[in-house]
């Protein structure tokens, strides 16, 4: 990446599903079944706040959190960490559900 971090990853999986978060693009999901082993795309709403490394943060400023990303069951919840530790302004955290294929806000 030109920003001198390189390309960060995240993973989680759910099902038969890795859904991977690169930091360096911070858009999308990249999303591999391991049943057809196939590849997809999967976006991520811009009211999903997540810090974007190519955006005033880099380079080389590894301080800057990583998203919360966990899974409950079949539910991808990204929380907004803010950095240096600032309150979240009341911000709403999102999940992505699996299995209706549709984002929503907590």
């Not at 974007?52 to 800057?64: E, K, S, W």
């Not at 907004?80 to 806000?105: C, M």
Request: aromatic fraction near 12%.
């Amino acid at each position: 990446a030109e920003s001198g971090l390189g390309h960060q990853l995240v993973a989680v999986a759910v099902g038969s599903e890795i859904y991977v978060l690169d930091r360096m693009e911070p858009d999308f999901f990249r999303v591999f079944d391991t049943e057809t082993e196939t590849w997809r795309t999967l976006d991520i709403p811009e009211e999903v706040e997540i810090v974007d490394l190519r955006h005033g943060y880099a380079p080389y400023n590894y301080t800057v959190p990583w998203p919360g990303i966990c899974v409950d069951r079949t539910l991808i919840h990204l929380t907004d960490h803010r950095k240096d530790g600032e309150p979240s302004d009341g911000r709403e955290h999102y999940a992505y559900d699996t299995v209706n294929d549709q984002w929503i806000s907590f």
